[in-house]
């Protein structure tokens, strides 16, 4: 019953801009903070941004991704979004949503199934 459903992924040039969304449901989306992962091939899985709980005041972002992408919720809708801007070909990766609530222990973690972005002129 649980889902976290990734969308939006595709094929972009250098320069180009994507928006990820992430679709919950089945558990209480407001009380998880909400991750972002990708993994590129031969590669580890790496954070690339959170949002905090709740109204999603707090945020943070891996350095190879600030000031280029933003993580944004909205609660009404049950999603997660990532908007990304002048992409790079480095930035081709699997993208993974993320859901974890640490009032729980152990923390109840939920991860999405992934969505392919792929930059490359």
């Known amino acids: 019953q649980v889902q976290l459903v990734e969308s939006g992924g595709g094929l972009v040039q250098p320069g180009g801009s994507l928006r990820l969304s992430c679709v919950a449901s089945?558990?209480?989306?407001?009380?998880?903070?909400m991750r972002w992962y990708r993994q590129a091939p031969g590669k580890e899985r790496d954070l690339v941004a959170g949002i905090s709980s709740g109204g999603g005041s707090s945020t943070n972002y891996a350095d190879s991704v600030k000031g280029r992408f933003t993580i944004s919720r909205d609660n009404a809708k049950n999603t997660v979004y990532l908007q990304m801007n002048s992409l790079k070909p480095e930035d081709t990766a699997v993208y993974y949503c993320?859901?974890?609530?640490?009032?729980?222990?152990?923390?109840?973690?939920?991860w999405g199934q992934g969505t392919q972005v792929t930059v490359s002129s």
């Open positions: 089945g558990f209480a989306f407001s009380t998880y903070a």
């Open positions: 993320y859901a974890v609530a640490t009032a729980t222990w152990p923390p109840t973690r939920y």
